[in-house]
Protein backbone atom coordinates (compact mmCIF):
# COMPACT_ATOMS: atom_id res chain seq x y z
CA UNK A 1 0.00 0.00 0.00
CA UNK A 2 2.91 2.61 0.76
CA UNK A 3 4.45 2.03 -2.18
CA UNK A 4 1.90 2.14 -4.29
CA UNK A 5 0.65 5.57 -2.60
CA UNK A 6 3.81 6.60 -3.61
CA UNK A 7 3.94 5.50 -7.24
CA UNK A 8 0.07 7.40 -7.88
CA UNK A 9 1.77 10.72 -5.83
CA UNK A 10 4.81 10.50 -8.63
CA UNK A 11 2.20 9.57 -11.79
CA UNK A 12 0.11 12.79 -10.28
CA UNK A 13 3.12 15.09 -9.92
CA UNK A 14 4.27 14.55 -13.51
CA UNK A 15 0.95 14.70 -15.05
CA UNK A 16 0.71 17.23 -17.77
CA UNK A 17 -2.61 18.05 -15.61
CA UNK A 18 -0.58 18.61 -12.28
CA UNK A 19 -0.93 22.76 -12.23
CA UNK A 20 -4.11 22.67 -14.46
CA UNK A 21 -7.35 24.62 -13.04
CA UNK A 22 -9.64 27.23 -14.43
CA UNK A 23 -9.62 29.20 -11.44
CA UNK A 24 -5.45 29.43 -10.46
CA UNK A 25 -4.87 32.42 -13.21
CA UNK A 26 -7.88 34.49 -11.64
CA UNK A 27 -6.32 35.76 -8.61
CA UNK A 28 -2.66 35.53 -7.54
CA UNK A 29 -2.13 31.91 -6.06
CA UNK A 30 -1.39 31.34 -1.77
CA UNK A 31 2.31 31.37 -0.53
CA UNK A 32 2.56 28.15 1.28
CA UNK A 33 6.07 28.18 3.26
CA UNK A 34 6.81 24.57 4.98
CA UNK A 35 10.02 25.16 7.99
CA UNK A 36 11.05 21.50 8.73
CA UNK A 37 13.72 19.56 9.40
CA UNK A 38 13.93 15.76 8.14
CA UNK A 39 14.28 13.72 10.88
CA UNK A 40 11.20 15.60 13.24
CA UNK A 41 8.60 12.76 13.34
CA UNK A 42 6.10 15.68 13.07
CA UNK A 43 7.49 16.69 10.20
CA UNK A 44 7.83 13.66 8.18
CA UNK A 45 4.08 13.00 9.37
CA UNK A 46 2.76 15.99 7.88
CA UNK A 47 4.75 15.76 4.49
CA UNK A 48 3.75 12.19 4.43
CA UNK A 49 -0.11 12.32 5.69
CA UNK A 50 -1.14 15.90 5.18
CA UNK A 51 0.90 18.16 2.49
CA UNK A 52 0.25 15.38 0.08
CA UNK A 53 -2.99 16.11 -0.01
CA UNK A 54 -3.17 19.20 -1.46
CA UNK A 55 -1.50 17.61 -4.50
CA UNK A 56 -4.17 14.83 -4.83
CA UNK A 57 -7.04 17.44 -4.95
CA UNK A 58 -5.98 19.83 -7.08
CA UNK A 59 -5.37 22.41 -4.37
CA UNK A 60 -1.72 22.74 -5.48
CA UNK A 61 -3.15 25.01 -8.51
CA UNK A 62 -3.72 27.88 -5.89
CA UNK A 63 -0.51 27.47 -4.14
CA UNK A 64 2.83 28.25 -4.59
CA UNK A 65 4.47 25.90 -2.34
CA UNK A 66 8.34 26.39 -0.54
CA UNK A 67 9.93 23.93 1.04
CA UNK A 68 12.80 24.64 3.48
CA UNK A 69 15.04 21.99 5.10
CA UNK A 70 16.89 23.91 7.88
CA UNK A 71 14.20 23.82 11.28
CA UNK A 72 15.88 23.92 14.77
CA UNK A 73 19.38 23.70 13.23
CA UNK A 74 21.96 26.35 14.36
CA UNK A 75 25.21 27.66 13.24
CA UNK A 76 28.25 27.27 15.70
CA UNK A 77 30.65 29.81 15.90
CA UNK A 78 33.31 27.49 13.68
CA UNK A 79 30.58 27.83 10.59
CA UNK A 80 29.68 24.08 11.43
CA UNK A 81 25.91 23.51 11.13
CA UNK A 82 23.98 21.72 14.33
CA UNK A 83 21.26 19.19 13.83
CA UNK A 84 18.63 18.41 16.71
CA UNK A 85 18.55 15.17 15.61
CA UNK A 86 22.42 13.98 14.85
CA UNK A 87 24.23 14.18 11.72
CA UNK A 88 21.67 11.80 9.91
CA UNK A 89 19.50 14.74 9.99
CA UNK A 90 22.54 17.12 9.16
CA UNK A 91 22.61 15.02 6.19
CA UNK A 92 19.38 14.61 4.35
CA UNK A 93 18.44 18.52 5.35
CA UNK A 94 21.58 18.96 3.08
CA UNK A 95 20.13 16.51 0.51
CA UNK A 96 16.67 17.79 0.09
CA UNK A 97 18.13 21.32 -0.09
CA UNK A 98 20.35 19.75 -3.21
CA UNK A 99 17.35 18.50 -4.55
CA UNK A 100 15.24 21.67 -4.46
CA UNK A 101 18.03 23.41 -5.92
CA UNK A 102 19.25 20.86 -8.80
CA UNK A 103 15.35 20.04 -9.71
CA UNK A 104 13.76 22.88 -8.87
CA UNK A 105 10.57 22.01 -10.29
CA UNK A 106 8.04 21.73 -7.81
CA UNK A 107 6.84 18.22 -9.11
CA UNK A 108 10.35 16.63 -9.63
CA UNK A 109 11.65 17.78 -5.84
CA UNK A 110 8.34 17.17 -3.90
CA UNK A 111 8.01 13.37 -5.10
CA UNK A 112 12.00 12.88 -3.98
CA UNK A 113 11.60 14.50 -0.69
CA UNK A 114 8.22 12.60 -0.33
CA UNK A 115 10.25 9.41 -0.85
CA UNK A 116 12.24 9.94 1.77
CA UNK A 117 10.04 11.48 4.77
CA UNK A 118 8.07 8.40 3.86
CA UNK A 119 10.95 6.10 4.64
CA UNK A 120 11.63 8.60 8.05
CA UNK A 121 7.80 7.66 8.93
CA UNK A 122 8.70 3.66 8.49
CA UNK A 123 11.85 4.25 10.47
CA UNK A 124 14.02 3.46 7.44
CA UNK A 125 15.70 6.60 6.36
CA UNK A 126 18.93 5.02 6.29
CA UNK A 127 17.64 3.63 2.72
CA UNK A 128 17.07 7.34 1.46
CA UNK A 129 19.56 6.61 -1.39
CA UNK A 130 16.88 4.28 -2.94
CA UNK A 131 14.40 7.22 -3.61
CA UNK A 132 16.59 8.10 -6.87
CA UNK A 133 16.15 4.71 -8.22
CA UNK A 134 12.08 4.82 -6.85
CA UNK A 135 11.14 8.39 -8.45
CA UNK A 136 12.96 7.34 -11.61
CA UNK A 137 16.36 9.98 -11.04
CA UNK A 138 19.60 10.37 -11.55
CA UNK A 139 20.84 10.98 -8.20
CA UNK A 140 24.70 12.58 -9.58
CA UNK A 141 23.87 16.10 -9.02
CA UNK A 142 22.39 16.22 -5.72
CA UNK A 143 25.14 13.63 -4.33
CA UNK A 144 27.84 16.42 -6.44
CA UNK A 145 26.17 18.93 -4.54
CA UNK A 146 26.18 17.33 -1.33
CA UNK A 147 30.00 16.50 -1.32
CA UNK A 148 31.17 19.81 -3.47
CA UNK A 149 30.22 22.17 -0.37
CA UNK A 150 27.25 23.35 -2.49
CA UNK A 151 24.82 21.79 0.03
CA UNK A 152 26.18 23.87 2.70
CA UNK A 153 25.85 26.83 1.27
CA UNK A 154 22.37 26.03 0.24
CA UNK A 155 21.55 25.61 4.18
CA UNK A 156 23.48 28.76 5.20
CA UNK A 157 20.52 29.98 2.88
CA UNK A 158 17.82 28.33 4.80
CA UNK A 159 19.17 29.47 8.23
CA UNK A 160 19.08 32.79 7.08
CA UNK A 161 15.65 32.54 6.27
CA UNK A 162 14.77 30.72 9.13
CA UNK A 163 15.78 33.28 11.29
CA UNK A 164 14.60 35.73 9.65
CA UNK A 165 11.16 34.81 10.30
CA UNK A 166 8.74 37.32 11.96
CA UNK A 167 7.59 36.10 14.48
CA UNK A 168 10.25 33.71 15.07
CA UNK A 169 9.65 29.93 14.84
CA UNK A 170 9.46 28.19 17.80
CA UNK A 171 9.32 24.67 16.90
CA UNK A 172 8.71 22.28 13.26
CA UNK A 173 6.74 22.24 11.57
CA UNK A 174 6.21 26.06 11.19
CA UNK A 175 3.78 26.19 8.12
CA UNK A 176 3.25 30.08 7.05
CA UNK A 177 0.26 30.76 4.68
CA UNK A 178 0.85 34.55 3.03
CA UNK A 179 2.96 35.49 5.46
CA UNK A 180 1.17 34.13 8.45
CA UNK A 181 2.21 31.63 11.26
CA UNK A 182 -0.42 28.80 11.21
CA UNK A 183 1.31 27.49 14.96
CA UNK A 184 -0.12 24.79 16.45
CA UNK A 185 -3.18 24.59 13.85
CA UNK A 186 -0.94 23.43 11.06
CA UNK A 187 -2.63 20.28 10.26
CA UNK A 188 -5.57 22.18 8.80
CA UNK A 189 -3.30 24.36 6.81
CA UNK A 190 -5.83 23.46 3.55
CA UNK A 191 -8.68 25.74 5.29
CA UNK A 192 -6.18 28.88 5.80
CA UNK A 193 -5.21 28.47 2.12
CA UNK A 194 -9.07 28.64 1.30
CA UNK A 195 -9.65 31.49 3.25
CA UNK A 196 -6.47 33.68 2.28
CA UNK A 197 -7.48 32.30 -2.01
CA UNK A 198 -9.23 35.96 -3.85
CA UNK A 199 -10.23 34.31 -6.60
CA UNK A 200 -12.96 31.22 -7.02
CA UNK A 201 -12.47 28.51 -4.78
CA UNK A 202 -11.68 25.41 -6.14
CA UNK A 203 -13.65 22.35 -5.39
CA UNK A 204 -11.25 21.13 -2.82
CA UNK A 205 -12.56 23.98 -0.66
CA UNK A 206 -15.86 22.55 -0.27
CA UNK A 207 -16.35 22.90 3.28
CA UNK A 208 -12.87 23.80 4.56
CA UNK A 209 -13.44 27.41 5.20
CA UNK A 210 -16.86 26.54 7.90
CA UNK A 211 -14.59 24.36 9.82
CA UNK A 212 -12.17 27.82 10.28
CA UNK A 213 -15.18 28.82 12.64
CA UNK A 214 -15.58 25.78 14.43
CA UNK A 215 -14.10 24.94 17.85
CA UNK A 216 -10.78 22.60 16.97
CA UNK A 217 -8.23 20.36 18.67
CA UNK A 218 -5.16 22.04 19.44
CA UNK A 219 -2.01 20.32 17.81
CA UNK A 220 0.95 19.53 20.26
CA UNK A 221 2.34 17.18 17.70
CA UNK A 222 5.79 19.41 17.24
CA UNK A 223 9.66 19.74 17.70
CA UNK A 224 10.70 22.48 19.92
CA UNK A 225 13.51 24.65 18.88
CA UNK A 226 16.20 22.88 21.96
CA UNK A 227 19.48 21.87 22.89
CA UNK A 228 21.30 20.90 19.66
CA UNK A 229 23.19 17.71 19.37
CA UNK A 230 25.24 17.31 16.77
CA UNK A 231 27.41 19.33 13.76
CA UNK A 232 28.16 18.69 10.22
Same mark, same amino acid.
Given at each position: ?? @?????? *??? =?????? =?????? @????????? &??????? #??? #??????????????? !?????????? +??????????? !?? +????? !???? #??????????????????????????????????????????????????????????? $?????????????????????????????? $??? *????????? &???????? !???????????????????????? #??????? @???
Amino acid at each position: MA @SRRLLL *LVV =FLFSPL =FFASPS @SASAPKVSL &ALYYETL #CPY #CSNFMVNYLPKIFEN !GLISIVDLDL +IPYGNAKIRSN !GT +ISCQH !GPDE #CLLNTVEACAISEWPDLSVHFSFIYCIEKLVVEHKHLEWESCFSKVGLDSQNVMDCYSN $GYGKKLELQYAAQTDSLQPPHRYVPWVVVD $GQP *LYDDYEDFE &AYICKAYK !GELPKACDGLVLKMNQERKVNRNV #CYDNKMI @SSI
